[in-house]
Each structure stands twice: as C-alpha cells, then as structure tokens.
C-alpha cells in the first residue's frame, strides 16, 4: 500500500496524528524527553516538531534542531500504512481524547498508542487482573469469575494478553459485552503468544481493544514486557493480582501501580504454594486482601464506586461526600494545575484524588493535559 509523503516540516498543527508519530520516531529521544521540553519551555508538540520556539536557549535549539534531524521516516510510514490497513486499526496521540486519562500521568506516556479494536474503551475506567503464566485451575477459575464479575459491575478488564491468568482475565471480560483491554509487548501486528491469536480477534470482534505503545514490525523481546506492565499498571486505577511468585512480572506491575498511588487488590491462598507466596508478600506490604468481587468494589474510591458501577438508585451523595467533592474541584485551577498541588490543595488521598479527577473528566468538569489538569470554563 502506498503511504502520504512525510517529513517534519510537513506536520500540521491540526494533525496531531503526523506531530506525535513523527515524534516518536526521533532516534535516541524518549517520551520523556518530549514531555519535559513541552513543560519548560510552554509549548506543544505540534511546536517543537517545527523546530525551537523563541524562548529556547541556544545550546537547546541546536539539540532540538539536531534530533530532528533524526527522524526515522519508515517508521511513520509503516504506522500509516497499518493504520489504513483495516478499519479496526488507530493510531491514537497523547493529545486526543481518546487516550486513556490516567496514562497521561506516567512521566514518560507513549505519544502515539497503536490500537486495534473499540478505541472508547481504552478511555472507560479500567482495572488490570494480572498473575502467574502458569496458575493453578483454583487460580484460573477464579481470575474468570472475578473479571466477569468485575465487568458486569462497569469495570473495563486490563491485562496483558499473556498466557495463564492474563488470558482468563480476558475471557471473563469478553463475556460482558467485550470489557477488556489488552496491552501487548509486541508491535500491532505481532500476535505474542501465537496461541492467542483466536483471543485477540475475540477481543476485537466482541468489542474490546488491544494496544500496543510499539512501531508495526516490533517482535517480542525481554525488555518489551516491563514496558508494558508499566502501562497496565498506569492506564488502570487500581490493580488485582491472581496467584503470582516472588519473583515475577506480576510483582513488578503491582509494586508500579502502588508507587503510581494506585490500590493494589490481592486473592491470598496457600501458604504452602508457591504461586501464592508473590501474594502474601503483596498482603504484607499493605495491599488490600479480597475473596470477592464486592471487596473490591467497596475499595473503589465512592465517586468511581457510584457513577460506574452502583444501582442508579444510589446516586444522592452525603453532605459530607459533596464536601469533599467541592473541595477537590475548588483545587483544580483554570491554568495547568500538578496532581500533586490537587492532592495538596484537597487534603484527600491520591487514589481518591485520581479517581475523582477521571470522574470529573468523563462528565466535562476538567480537561487532563500535560502536566497535570485544568478546570473547564463555566463549570
């Protein structure tokens, strides 16, 4: 297929699809690095991609210039290409609305995210289910149960599409109405493991969605599945861990998502397992320890709780609860305000300040942008 001609200099301001591929595919600078140019110097991608803006210092303006001059042009065409491949393919950037708001918190969010499938659901309000490659039946059965349950209740269902408890993760999710999201460690049209190609297409097919922060052509490599279970742990508000080692990926996406500020879920078991033992230690270190799906539902923060996954009949709030609502929104300044300043400002904990401000913005009270949040005008 023959892809549009692009360069750097031919990114439209308005096309934030070209700015944020072309970007990205700068050799030798990360996200990161992006993110933090747009902060010091109050700019846009769309800006840098241009070239220095007038307030850059000169010794940056010839990095800028430098980098740029790096662009790896097969890269954003093989991303276009497979983008107009097939109707169920989307390049989603960081500045569309699409982009899962709680990722816009991780300081070195994708700019692109390649997404096959139901683009509205990798915005819903998700929980990741994660554990052991290689889990016990008990274990299986349960990831099932509580994902379908889970679902049911309005969670999007977030895991990686490994074998084992990602899998079943999966499968309860598809059966309520396709709530799963999948993110893999591979590029878009790079199926890992083989053995779940007929899962992943059921995941499209049923609704769902599979998203991937890596170039087409991007096979499965080590250094790929940390990568990922960051943006497992960074696109969901809180994480639940079905039977994992000590020593395992799992434990890794649970330690990121408590250092994120996110709750971290546990199902215990055995002491005598050694599947378990990842668990307990989790337990240990202050996770919350739940044998159903309710536990986990009366852990979420009550906004959350209420909008998403409570009977309607429940949504008159107490004095107290329009308080502390009040409260959080009043710290939310109509100029870029830092998570840290609202959680500050409210005196509520993170997770619930996360939460709230996800609530917010699904419902148009505030706009999540780099850097943190704004208040939306006449709200």
């Known amino acids: 297929m023959q892809s549009k001609s692009f360069t750097l200099s031919s990114a439209r301001p308005d096309n934030s699809v070209d700015v944020c591929l072309a970007l990205s595919s700068v050799a030798g600078v990360g996200a990161r690095q992006w ?20 307030n850059m210092d000169e010794t940056t303006a010839h990095k800028l210039t430098q980098a740029l001059s790096r662009q790896q042009l097969s890269k954003v065409e093989a991303s276009l290409n497979w983008a107009a491949a097939n109707p169920s393919h989307h390049l989603i950037p960081y500045t569309s609305d699409l982009y899962p708001p709680l990722l816009r918190h991780l300081s070195d969010a994708p700019l692109i995210l390649f997404v096959k499938g ?20 008990p274990g299986l059965n349960t990831t099932w149960r509580l994902a379908n349950e889970l679902a049911q209740a309005g969670l999007t269902i977030t895991s990686g599409l490994a074998t084992g408890v990602d899998g ?6 598809l059966q309520a109405e396709g709530k799963t ?25 049923s609704g769902g969605a599979v998203v991937s922060e890596f170039w087409p052509g991007t096979g499965a490599r080590a250094g790929h599945f940390p990568r990922r279970n960051r943006l497992i742990a960074a696109m969901t508000l809180a994480t639940l861990v079905v039977e994992a080692k000590i020593r395992s990926g799992t434990l890794i996406t649970a330690n990121l998502a408590a250092d994120m500020g996110r709750d ?4 215990p078991g055995s002491i005598d397992n050694p599947l378990t033992q990842g668990c307990h230690h989790l337990i240990q270190q202050g996770a919350a320890l739940i ?33 502390a609502t009040d409260k959080l929104l009043a710290s939310v300044d109509y ?36 850097g943190g949040y704004i208040k939306l005008r006449g709200k």
Do not use: W
Not at 35 to 54: M, S
Not at 168 to 173: E, L, N, S, V
Not at 338 to 365: F, M, Q
């Open 291 to 323: 044998t159903c799906a309710q536990d986990v539902l009366n852990e979420l923060p009550v906004q959350i709780r209420r909008s998403h996954v409570d009977a309607a009949g429940q949504s008159e709030k107490s004095n107290g609860e329009n308080l």
């Open 181 to 205: 999201v999948a993110v893999t460690g591979t590029g878009p049209d790079i199926i890992y493991p083989r053995r779940h190609q007929q899962l992943e297409q059921d995941i499209i097919n």
């Open 35 to 54: 993110h933090q140019l747009c902060a010091r110097f109050n700019t846009t991608f769309a800006c840098l991609a241009n070239g220095p803006t007038d």
């Open 168 to 173: 079943y993760a999966h499968k309860g999710g």
């Open 335 to 370: 100029d870029v305000t830092n998570v840290d300043i609202i959680t500050e400002r409210s005196k509520l904990p993170v997770s619930d300040v996360l939460a709230s401000l996800l609530h917010y913005e699904l419902r148009g009270l505030v706009a999540a942008v780099p």
């Open 118 to 137: 139901n683009t509205q659901r990798i915005a819903e309000v998700q929980l990741a289910m994660v554990g052991s490659r290689n889990a016990t039946r």
């Open 264 to 267: 971290v879920f546990v199902v």
